[in-house]
């Protein structure tokens, strides 16, 4: 059919087919060249390429024929006799049909030699991938959307200590490999690795858990798993990467035990450690470093650090640690902290080392061992030290004074003794009475000290009995005050007697026991006041029924630093003031034992020059005082107080 036109000169058919050959075969070589990666890709595929070079230049024939049935409709007016019917209308036209003939042939070529080497690069690359999965040190397997298993490398093979197929085709959670959590409890299916990533459609990693192999060993196990979707998006399985990890949890929970051994270590040696870097000048402290000082951060600043330590302490500190930063010298100190928690004083022994030989330490490392107890044990020792030394000081002094003090009576009585046994002629009756008495007292001083010497090692012992018994105070005084009446005048001095109140109690206590301890006191009180003074006895009322008895005198005193000594066995105050004062040193300690005993109290106070006076407190009676029977209660009477010693 021949047309007149333009429009007529074109077949609308022929031209969509061109057209359409075009769009189709340039879509095509865009798909490919994607494929092949672009620039994106390090690696890309030189066959899709090639391919994609092909469907490019079949896309460019395409276009090229579209243009040749234009050029010759409109110069022929019959698209007919067109091209692909051989009727062109000239020689160039018929030169760029074979143009077109020679590109298709080149684009045929391009896309079978691309298809050649895309099928080579895909079998190596498969062989590359096959390569790694086979050489991977972690195990990988594949499952199906079941959870079968569809793949294993060797590496999966050792960790499920079975051979590949043993492993395939089996489930998940197969009985061949139990699986447990990392305490060996039995975990639900809907917690593993597997149903967490079906449910989820998404990547999971960092599961462990542990399974128990065929050979009887147990594993612990690291699981990173990711789901597999087929072509419309849904869920076709999972590919899991695993990873032996029982040494290094097996190694981390060792780590972690030597660290709790550390800290208990630490806690029952009551060491504390401490590290600094330079570079954060900062220091890490330990737990026990932390309980010691009182502190709750686990990371200090360096004036945090100093301030822990006490401020008189705090330079010497700062010295030794600086003088460590600078040349690293090490250093050891003792010195005092104040608890940050409590405000509580402790004694600690720092030690500091840097870390290696060089100047200047980028690291130092150091410990705070706590000696509060053990300082205060040494300075206990030392104490104690001081004391038995003293004490034993004090009892050579005893034996020196006591032997003079056994001797003399001893020496009379065996002196008047031995005067009356040999005389030749009759003594007068006057002289023997004389010499009777002085034998009488003297063996009486001489009972009085030893009964004073076994009275101490019975308190000593605790084995002093006594019988307590209702004691009218007033009437003790007096026959006290009448023993010692003489010796105090005969001293120049003023023993007066204070009546006790009306209302003051009959006294319970041992009647022997209690005129020994205002015996005792008369006597010391007479012997360190000098003559023209006073001694005064007095009693008063206390709490509920209780009694005390106080001896005070207006003597030399006794300085505050013997006023603890004065009261221990075979002690003397130190005669500083010319005095001679005699006696054993048993006085006041057996007055103190003698009250304890009654469980009452003993007290001294006393100003150096001015005088002393020294309370007992007796405790009141298990039952009433008694009225008119004055004698109430187990009213046992013992010897006579003693006399003056």
Not at 120 to 142: F, W
Not at 407 to 430: K, Q, V
Request: charge should be neutral; aromatic fraction near 6%.
């Amino acid at each position: 059919m021949r047309s007149s036109g333009v429009g007529s000169m074109i077949d609308p058919v022929v031209w969509a087919a061109d057209a359409l050959q075009a769009v189709v075969f340039a879509a095509a070589a865009a798909v490919v060249w994607r494929a092949a990666g672009g620039r994106r890709r390090p690696r890309p595929s030189v066959g899709l390429r090639l391919m994609a070079a092909g469907l490019a230049l079949m896309a460019g024939v395409g276009i090229a024929n579209l243009t040749d049935h234009v050029v010759v409709g409109v110069g022929s007016g019959d698209l007919a006799a067109g091209v692909w019917h051989g009727h062109l209308l000239g020689p160039g036209l018929e030169i760029r049909r074979f143009g077109l003939l020679g590109a298709v042939a080149v684009a045929l070529g391009l896309m079978l030699l691309g298809a050649v080497r895309w099928a080579a690069e895909t079998r190596a690359d498969r062989a590359l991938l096959n390569r790694v999965l086979e050489t991977a040190v972690s195990a990988i397997v594949t499952l199906d959307r079941t959870g079968r298993i569809t793949y294993a490398n060797p590496a999966a093979e050792r960790l499920f200590a079975l051979d590949r197929p043993r492993i395939l085709d089996r489930s998940y959670n197969d009985p061949a490999w139990r699986i447990t959590d990392l305490d060996g409890r039995p975990i639900a299916d809907e917690d593993l690795p597997f149903r967490r990533v079906a449910a989820a459609g998404r990547a999971l990693s960092g599961t462990t858990l542990a399974i128990a192999r065929p050979d009887g060993s147990r594993r612990l196990l690291s699981t990173n798993g990711a789901p597999m979707v087929d072509r419309h998006g849904r869920f076709d399985g999972a590919v899991f990467g695993v990873e032996d990890v029982t040494e290094r949890l097996e190694a981390n929970a060792a780590l972690r035990r030597s660290e709790r051994r550390l800290t208990h270590g630490e806690a029952l040696a009551h060491l504390g450690s401490w590290t600094w870097e330079r570079g954060e000048d900062r220091f890490q402290v330990s737990a026990e470093w932390q309980r010691m000082h009182g502190v709750v951060a686990g990371c200090l600043s360096r004036a945090a650090w100093l301030d822990c330590a006490h401020p008189d302490d705090r330079s010497a500190l700062a010295e030794a640690f600086e003088a460590a930063t600078r040349d690293g010298r090490p250093f050891a100190l003792e010195h005092r902290i104040v608890r940050a928690c409590d405000g509580v004083e402790r004694r600690v022994r720092a030690l500091g080392q840097a870390e290696g030989s060089g100047p200047r330490p980028d690291r130092l490392f150091g410990a705070a061992l706590d000696v509060t107890e053990a300082r205060r044990l040494s300075d206990a020792l030392a104490i104690a030290k001081a004391e038995a030394e003293a004490a034993s000081r004090a009892k050579s002094s005893f034996l020196a004074a006591m032997s003079h003090e056994l001797r003399t009576p001893l020496t009379s009585i065996l002196g008047f003794s031995e005067m009356l046994a040999h005389r030749r002629e009759a003594a007068e009756p006057e002289t023997v009475r004389r010499y009777a008495e002085m034998i009488f007292e003297s063996g009486e001083h001489l009972l009085s000290l030893i009964n004073d010497m076994l009275d101490i090692a019975k308190i000593e012992a605790g084995r002093m009995e006594i019988a307590p018994e209702w004691i009218d105070v007033a009437r003790l005084l007096r026959a006290v005050a009448g023993l010692q009446q003489e010796r105090a005048a005969r001293a120049g001095l003023i023993l007066g007697v204070t009546g006790p109140p009306a209302d003051t109690p009959y006294l319970w206590a041992d009647e022997r026991a209690a005129r020994q301890i205002l015996f005792n006191l008369l006597s010391n009180a007479i012997r360190f006041t000098r003559p023209g003074g006073r001694v005064s006895l007095s009693a008063s009322p206390i709490g509920d029924g209780g009694v005390a008895l106080v001896v005070s005198d207006t003597g030399i005193g006794i300085p505050a630093d013997q006023l603890t000594r004065v009261t221990k066995p075979f002690e003397q105050m130190d005669n500083r003031y010319g005095i001679a004062t005699g006696g054993t040193g048993l006085g006041l300690s057996l007055v103190r034992g003698l009250i304890g005993v009654h469980g009452g109290a003993f007290a001294i106070a006393s100003t150096v020059g001015v005088g002393t006076s020294v309370t007992v407190s007796f405790p009141p009676g298990p039952m009433p005082p008694p009225g008119s029977d004055r004698t109430a209660g187990p009213a046992t009477r013992l010897a006579p107080a003693p006399v003056e010693r």
